[in-house]
């Protein structure tokens, strides 16, 4: 039988020697059956989580001019302000509003690979609007930054890797490494259906893309779900003083499939409920790395141990069923980390892509039609798998909650 909750770990206890022991145990648990876990005590002051919400939540009540001055098609960035419906997750449109940030770099020089241009200064609203908001977000990804560099080297340990197992995948010294942070509002169905918009998707079915998430639910709504093996939706909801850990496709395939990313949902807060607010953050990676590194250097030998370990996961629960591919591979039209990083944003922001990056979007929508070609063909019985184009599709990845 697959999971049908989320586990708890207390980061506190991997501080102790003496019961430092147990968590990795546990740890080593939530990686190979869940993919997801609930995570407390992570060192960061509740006071600073309290700023966090109540500025995440106020910056929506700002004037939409001043929301639409830092709106992310105005820089090639994909850093800043997102319409309501604008986002598209698994072909359907995303029916959420939001500011994209990150820990901020200087303007990248104009010789360097295009994926660098999502190194930036993020668009800020004006402090006349919010005062609090740059210092507080500014010290909340810094903070979140240095914690989850610190539970990576926790997972390492608890499938009997070194420490530093991952730190090649980041730049150094870790205080450079570009993390990325959204917040996210989803109105109710019944705001949505007066707005003349459809359907209760926040965010369509999608696995994350790198290493690791931490999502803050900054209100008391259901919406996130998890697929477990079995195919079934399992509940997600807000528990006080937790950040929800998502385990990414970046670092299944970095383990060699024994870290688990799972399929994840968000659904729209039923009508009357109110909107729902949502601040995921997403550990990032060195974009220079490149594909073909992870396969042939990788983190290093995961024992038999544990791989078996993980095989009989999967064995038990018959195998494992989602409905999201798993797609971060070689193969594809990126080389490095930074181009399918590129490519995926495109994808999720096209109005951003047909500003900046035509040619990337062309190529995408060529791909599109390919895929849509395929299935058809399929679906008459008329297929060798590749249709008559003999290129395998680009899968898609999101960050969102």
Known sequence: MSFTSIPILDLALAQDPATKPG???????????????????????????????????????????EKLK??????????????????????????????DLSTE?????????????????NQWPAPEVRPKFRPVFTDYMRRMGDMSIFFTSLIAEAIELPANAFDKYFENPPSTQQHKLKIVKY????????????????????????????????????????????????????????????????????????????????????????ARFSIPFFQGVRGDAEFEELDTVGVGHVS?????????????????????EFTFRKGGASKTLGEA??????????????????????????????A???????KNGNSNGLGNSGIAPEGKTVEAH
């Open 372 to 378: 849509a070609k395929r299935r058809t063909e399929e």
């Open 23 to 65: 968590f990795l145990d546990d740890l080593r648990h939530a990686l190979m059956e869940v993919g997801f876990l609930y995570l407390k005590n992570v060192g960061i002051p509740d006071e600073l989580f309290k700023e966090v919400a109540t500025e995440g939540k106020a910056f929506f009540d700002i004037p939409q001019e």
């Open 105 to 121: 770099h200087p303007i990248p020089d104009q010789l360097a690979p295009r994926y660098y241009n999502l190194l930036a200064p």
């Open 304 to 324: 038999e141990k544990i791989k078996a370990q993980r095989r009989a996961v999967l064995e038990r629960t018959g195998g494992r069923l989602d409905d999201v």
């Open 70 to 99: 830092i709106e992310m098609k105005n820089a090639p960035s994909f850093l800043g302000y997102s319409r309501l419906s604008a986002e598209v997750t698994a072909g359907e449109i995303d029916h959420r509003e939001q500011i």
């Open 187 to 274: 109105p109710d169905v019944g705001v949505l259906s007066a707005d003349g918009k459809a359907g209760n998707q926040g965010v369509g079915p999608h696995k994350d893309s790198m290493l690791t998430s931490y999502l803050l639910q900054a209100s008391n709504h259901r919406g996130l779900q998890v697929q477990n093996l079995e195919g079934q939706w399992i509940d997600c909801p807000p528990i006080d003083g937790t950040l929800v850990v998502a385990i990414g496709q970046g670092m299944e395939a970095l383990t060699q499939g024994v870290c688990a990313s799972t399929t994840h949902r968000v659904l729209s807060p039923p009508a009357g409920e109110g």
């Open 341 to 370: 990083t590129l490519r995926n944003r495109v994808k999720s922001h096209p109005d951003v892509g047909e500003r900046w990056y035509p040619d990337i979007l062309a190529s995408i929508r060529e791909e599109q039609a390919a």
